[in-house]
């Protein structure tokens, strides 16, 4: 098999390596970006809370990490052993176990004042309801596994329809698992993720295929964006030219449909020209909140999107109370829903 190595990690960083997330939570909100990233500028007497909430997974993502979690495993063992898992299903029940035990024991530790290890686990994540409601409901549970079964059923039918699930494995790649699951390279100064899911190589073509198991509606154009971002890491990373890859993200919630897109050289340029003057801005602002850290509430100001702090998992933020004093009625019916699934 063809080398997945990427380059060492810079040992130091005053600034967090451009990702999807990273841009897609500064685009949403600078507030939550400032939290999520900038740990050491968050002022003292938030730091406490804001560190446990930084770690938490919004339950929203949950049904996503599941299926990225289970075909991943899944797809390593094919590649080892030629075979799949008997029913990823089960498998599915098994990681959303895992998920809810390991934020209770968050939950438990956090409440008796216990260290948690710094170490992130590499998929399971605290989820923010058990942590703020003590208990993952039985609705949650099963619109949560609604979604992945659909997701589960329609890999294996993609996997089959495309001839790939008995075939020869030899060209695959997937991000390794243990210690270095984040693919990353250097797109001029900028360090950058590059998470692909799964890229298969014949001969001098390569094909990137990203799954996706939300709703295509909101996130089509994204889905494109990060494509080209991957055939840029490839192209960097394993001297693959543009014209020999296709790029493909299968919303696996909606029959496998399809989303193309063209990896070229001036796409990968321009979006080279977006990462820098993304990351110059980032970069400006840390140095700004460095020689001021009491402007942070100036220099990353709470969302516009009222309704974005809904589903955020940092409840201690302003942003929480602007959005009960705005619309008590969404607190209120969500206060509600949690006494309805206490009943049994
Ligand atoms: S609660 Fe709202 S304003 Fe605060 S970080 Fe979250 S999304 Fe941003």
Request: hydrophobic share 35%; net charge negative.
């Amino acid at each position: 098999m063809a080398s997945m190595q990427y380059p060492e990690w810079p040992p130091s960083e005053n600034q967090p390596a451009l990702s999807y997330s990273n841009i897609q939570v500064y685009d949403r909100c600078r507030r939550k970006w400032f939290l999520q990233y900038l740990r050491n500028y968050v002022p003292r007497d938030i730091m406490f809370d804001i560190a446990i909430q930084r770690q938490l997974m919004p339950v929203t993502m949950l049904a996503g990490a599941i299926v990225d979690a289970v075909v991943k495993m899944a797809m390593r063992r094919y590649m080892r052993q030629r075979e799949w898992r008997p029913d990823l299903h089960s498998d599915a029940r098994l990681a959303l176990d895992h998920f809810v035990q390991h934020s209770k024991l968050f939950t438990m530790a956090i409440d008796n004042r216990e260290r948690w290890p710094e170490k992130k686990h590499t998929f399971l994540r605290p989820i923010d309801m058990v942590y703020y409601e003590g208990e993952f409901s039985e609705t949650q549970r099963a619109s949560t596994m609604g979604v992945v079964d659909t997701c589960l059923t329609n890999f294996i039918d993609f996997m089959k329809s495309e001839d790939l699930h008995d075939c020869d494995p030899e060209g695959w790649r997937i991000p390794e698992s243990g210690d270095k699951p984040n693919p990353w390279f250097w797109s001029g100064e900028i360090p950058v993720y590059a998470g692909y899911d799964f890229a298969v190589v014949d001969g001098r073509q390569l094909r990137i295929i990203d799954w996706k198991a939300g709703r295509s509606e909101r996130s089509e154009y994204g889905a494109r964006d990060q494509l080209v971002w991957y055939s840029t890491f490839a192209h960097k990373e394993w001297q693959f030219e543009f014209e020999e890859m296709t790029l493909q993200a299968v919303w696996l919630q909606e029959g496998n449909k399809i989303t193309r897109a063209t990896a070229a050289a001036e796409l990968s340029e321009d979006m080279h020209r977006r990462w820098s003057s993304l990351y110059a801005e980032q970069g400006a602002a840390i140095g700004t909140i460095s020689r001021n850290p009491l402007d942070y509430e100036d220099l990353f100001p709470l969302t516009e999107d009222v309704m974005a702090c809904y589903s955020c998992q940092f409840k201690s933020c302003v942003g929480r109370k602007r959005l009960q004093s705005m619309y008590p009625e969404v607190i209120r019916a969500e206060q509600m829903k949690l006494g309805d699934d206490d009943i049994p």
